[in-house]
């Protein structure tokens, strides 16, 4: 998991934000401002930060710059705005941004953008001494995984989890057993779907942001996800 630093002048898409990365395993900090991402940004040596274009005291290219100029780029940049334009995204990118999203951010996007920026290699990282590498060693060594893919897929396992058919006891207030049936209509469709919020979303006709949002209040836990 990744220590992310959101920065944006607008206090509802810093807790959307904040809360969807947080539960997505992340530690999360945030800033309203460039002064504050600047502290921030020094205190926490983040590993990513999502770093809005429009501010009231300093613009976020402008920022970028700052921190490209004093060699300060050592984590990713991903760019946000709600009125970006080809050549925004262009300029950014020419200053050293990773990527570049759209306002208003789906979910699916956010968390695509994120995983893969963490997945490229770090800036700050270095690339492993040859004796720690999976196969080296000391001279006349012999490891078990020469000439042999050392990634071996685990057998499938039995298929778990939820059941299409489940007893309730309604012997308990309308809200609860409503919730409790709820929980596990999800948690039957999430397991059913390998987890994909897309397929769940298009199976139970809810769009992906209340999906989360009803999931969360469920207390129904979601995971890293794959291809939504």
């Known amino acids: 998991m990744a220590i992310i630093l959101v920065v944006d002048d607008e206090l509802g898409i810093r807790a959307l934000l904040s809360e969807i990365l947080t539960d997505e395993g992340h530690t999360v900090e945030v800033a309203e401002n460039a002064a504050e991402a600047r502290s921030c940004r020094e205190r ?41 334009t080809i050549d925004t995204a262009v300029e950014a990118t020419k200053f050293g941004a990773s990527a570049f999203l759209e306002k208003p951010i789906t979910l699916q996007k956010l ?8 997945a490229r ?52 207030p309308l809200r609860e057993a409503r919730d409790a049936f709820e929980k596990s209509y999800f948690e039957f469709h999430l397991a059913k779907e390998g987890g994909s919020m897309t397929r769940v979303a298009e199976k139970t006709g809810l769009e992906r ?20």
Do not use: C, N
């Open 121 to 172: 290699p770090s800036l700050r990282s270095a690339p492993p001494p040859a004796d720690l590498r999976l196969g080296d060693g000391p001279p006349g060594y012999a490891s078990p995984f020469a000439g042999k893919d050392p990634f071996v897929p685990l057998a499938p396992a039995a298929p778990l989890g939820p059941q299409a058919e489940q007893t309730f006891g309604l012997d308990r």
């Open 111 to 118: 968390l695509r953008a994120v995983d893969q920026t963490l």
């Open 209 to 228: 942001t209340h999906l989360y949002r009803k999931l969360k209040q469920l207390g129904v836990h979601v995971g890293r996800r794959g291809e939504d």
């Open 44 to 84: 926490l040596r983040p590993d990513l930060v999502l770093l809005d274009i429009w501010m009231p005291d300093v613009d976020g290219i402008t920022l970028l710059k700052e921190w490209g100029a004093a060699a300060m780029l050592s984590m990713p940049v991903i760019m946000m705005s709600g009125h970006g």
